[in-house]
C-alpha cells in the first residue's frame, strides 16, 4: 500500500455538519467528510435548491443541476475560465494553455492543438496504447492479486501520455511523482503558489528539453504531438518555447489524473458485479456503451468558472467576481435528465452526459480518455476476466477536482 494512501487510511473519517444548511454552506472540494462519497450529499443540495451558496475558501456558488451546469458552459463571455479551481492557484508563470483563456485566444487555441488530439491520432497510437495495456496486465496476472490504481489505473494513462507525445519511458515515475505531489500535497496543503510555480520548474525544463530534442532530431514522419506542435501554428505563427512547453504541461496533469480517476471508479463498479464482467467476456462488442454508462454512473471531473458580469438565474443574482463551481460528473446523475439516475442502464436512450465538459471549453483529450479505458476493459477482460475486492480491504476514497480512488486491492478467481 502506497504511503499517501497507509497515512489516509489511518484518519477517521469527520463527521458531516448535522444539517443540509450547514454542509452547504461549507461544501469544498477538499472536506475531509466528503472525500468518501459526496454523492448522496450532492443529491440533497440539488433538491434543496438549483443554486447553492458554499462560505468556504473565500464563498462560491454552486450550479446543482444539469441544465444550469450546461447553460453556463455555454456561455463563457458571462462564466470565465480564468480561474477553473476553487480555490485559485497561479502555479505556472501565465495562463495554462487552453483551460484558462477565454474568447478568440481560446478558440485560435483550439484550432491549434485540436488537431493534436483528434480521433486520428488516437486511432494511431491505438496499437501501442493496447500493447502498454496488455505489458501492465502481463506484469499483474501471475501473482493472483494487485493494487490496481497503482499497478493499472495510474500506469496505463501515463504509458498513453508517454506514447502520444513521443516522450522515453524512462521519465515515467518523474512525471508521476511530480504530478502526485502537485495534486495530492502542493495544490491542497496551501503551499504558496510562488512555492508550487518553483517546484514545477524542473518539469517546465524537462518538456523545453525534450521540445529542443525533438526539434534536433527532425520532425518529418512523426506523428507524436510533440513533433505536431513544432509543425503548427497559432494565429498565423508558429507558439514560442514558453507556449508550447505550457500547453504540454497542462495536457500532461489532464492525462495522468482525470483518466486514472475514472479508471478506479469504473474498476470499481466492476470489482462488485460479477455478471458485467461476465457480459463484457461475452458480449465485448458492448464495450464501448458500458464505458459510456460507467463514466455516466461515476462521476468524476468538477473545475470552477469565474463571473464577469451581473446576471440572474431561479431569483439568485451572481455578481462580477464570483466563483462558480460546476460539478460535471455530478450532473450525470440529474434525475430530470436521467431515469433512475443511480443505475446502471447500459441500453440508455440518453447518452447527453456533461462527463468531457460542453461548449467551447469541452475537453480536448476525450477521444484518449474514452479509447484508454475502452482498451483496459478490453484487454483485463482478455486475461482477468473474474476479479473481485480483496476480503478485507475497503477503498480510499478522495473527492477533489478528479474524484477517485487512492487503492483498490483486487483478487483474481
Known amino acids: 500500500?502506497?504511503?499517501?494512501?497507509?497515512?489516509?487510511?489511518?484518519?477517521?473519517?469527520?463527521?458531516?455538519?448535522?444539517?443540509?444548511e450547514e454542509r452547504i454552506q461549507r461544501w469544498s472540494l477538499y472536506q475531509p467528510w466528503l472525500q468518501q462519497d459526496p454523492v448522496p450529499l450532492w443529491d440533497e443540495m440539488r433538491e434543496a435548491?438549483?443554486?447553492?451558496?458554499?462560505?468556504?475558501?473565500?464563498?462560491?456558488?454552486?450550479?446543482?443541476?444539469?441544465?444550469?451546469i450546461e447553460w453556463a458552459a455555454r456561455n463563457p463571455e458571462i462564466f470565465s475560465s480564468a480561474q477553473v479551481a476553487i480555490p485559485h492557484r497561479r502555479i505556472f508563470p501565465a495562463e495554462m494553455i487552453p483551460i484558462q483563456l477565454d474568447g478568440d485566444e481560446h478558440r485560435k487555441w483550439r484550432q491549434t492543438l485540436s488537431?493534436?488530439?483528434?480521433?486520428?491520432?488516437?486511432?494511431?497510437?491505438?496499437?501501442?496504447?493496447?500493447?502498454a495495456a496488455a505489458d501492465a496486465i502481463e506484469r499483474i496476472s501471475g501473482k493472483g492479486s494487485c493494487e490496481f490504481v497503482s499497478e493499472f489505473?495510474?500506469?496505463?494513462?501515463?504509458?498513453?501520455?508517454?506514447?502520444?507525445?513521443?516522450?522515453?519511458?524512462?521519465?515515467?515515475?518523474?512525471?508521476?511523482?511530480?504530478?502526485?505531489?502537485?495534486?495530492?500535497?502542493?495544490i491542497p496543503n496551501a503551499h504558496t503558489d510562488e512555492e508550487i510555480r518553483k517546484a514545477n520548474q524542473p518539469l517546465w525544463l524537462?518538456?523545453?528539453?525534450?521540445?529542443d530534442r525533438r526539434r534536433e532530431e527532425g520532425v518529418e514522419g512523426r506523428q507524436d504531438v510533440i513533433s505536431q506542435m513544432?509543425?503548427?501554428?497559432?494565429?498565423?505563427?508558429?507558439?514560442?518555447?514558453?507556449?508550447?512547453?505550457?500547453?504540454?504541461?497542462?495536457?500532461?496533469?489532464?492525462?495522468?489524473?482525470?483518466?486514472?480517476?475514472?479508471?478506479?471508479?469504473?474498476?470499481?463498479?466492476?470489482?462488485?458485479?460479477?455478471?458485467?464482467?461476465?457480459?463484457?467476456?461475452?458480449?465485448?462488442?458492448?464495450?464501448?456503451?458500458?464505458?459510456?454508462?460507467?463514466?455516466?454512473?461515476?462521476?468524476?471531473?468538477?473545475?470552477?468558472?469565474?463571473?464577469?458580469?451581473?446576471?440572474?438565474?431561479h431569483g439568485v443574482t451572481l455578481r462580477k467576481g464570483d466563483r462558480v463551481l460546476l460539478s460535471w460528473g455530478m450532473s450525470g446523475l440529474d434525475p430530470e435528465v436521467f431515469e433512475n439516475p443511480h443505475e446502471v442502464n447500459f441500453e440508455r436512450e440518453s447518452t447527453r452526459q456533461?462527463?468531457?465538459?460542453?461548449?467551447?471549453?469541452r475537453c480536448l483529450g476525450m477521444h484518449v480518455a474514452r479509447r484508454i479505458i475502452q482498451i483496459a476493459l478490453e484487454e483485463w477482460h482478455t486475461r482477468l476476466p473474474r476479479y473481485r475486492k480483496a476480503p478485507g480491504t475497503q477503498p480510499i476514497r478522495h473527492y477533489s477536482p478528479s474524484r477517485g480512488l487512492l487503492n483498490l486491492d483486487l483478487v483474481f478467481d
Open 115 to 131: 488537431s493534436l488530439f483528434n480521433p486520428g491520432v488516437v486511432n494511431h497510437f491505438t496499437p501501442q496504447i493496447r500493447q
Open 206 to 211: 524537462f518538456f523545453s528539453d525534450a521540445i
Open 49 to 68: 435548491t438549483p443554486i447553492a451558496r458554499s462560505e468556504e475558501v473565500g464563498g462560491f456558488w454552486i450550479l446543482t443541476r444539469y441544465e444550469d
Open 230 to 313: 513544432l509543425k503548427t501554428t497559432y494565429d498565423g505563427r508558429r507558439p514560442s518555447q514558453d507556449e508550447m512547453v505550457n500547453a504540454l504541461f497542462v495536457s500532461m496533469l489532464a492525462s495522468l489524473d482525470t483518466t486514472t480517476s475514472a479508471l478506479s471508479m469504473v474498476f470499481e463498479y466492476l470489482s462488485d458485479h460479477p455478471e458485467v464482467q461476465e457480459l463484457i467476456v461475452s458480449e465485448p462488442g458492448r464495450i464501448p456503451d458500458i464505458v459510456q454508462e460507467l463514466i455516466r454512473h461515476e462521476p468524476v471531473s468538477s473545475t470552477g468558472r469565474l463571473v464577469t458580469q451581473d446576471v440572474e438565474r
Open 1 to 20: 500500500m502506497p504511503d499517501s494512501v497507509a497515512k489516509a487510511a489511518e484518519q477517521k473519517c469527520p463527521m458531516a455538519p448535522p444539517t443540509v
Open 153 to 186: 489505473a495510474t500506469a496505463l494513462p501515463a504509458e498513453t501520455f508517454l506514447i502520444n507525445f513521443g516522450i522515453g519511458r524512462e521519465h515515467l515515475q518523474t512525471l508521476l511523482d511530480h504530478k502526485t505531489w502537485l495534486r495530492r500535497e502542493g
Open 354 to 361: 456533461l462527463a468531457f465538459g460542453v461548449g467551447p471549453h
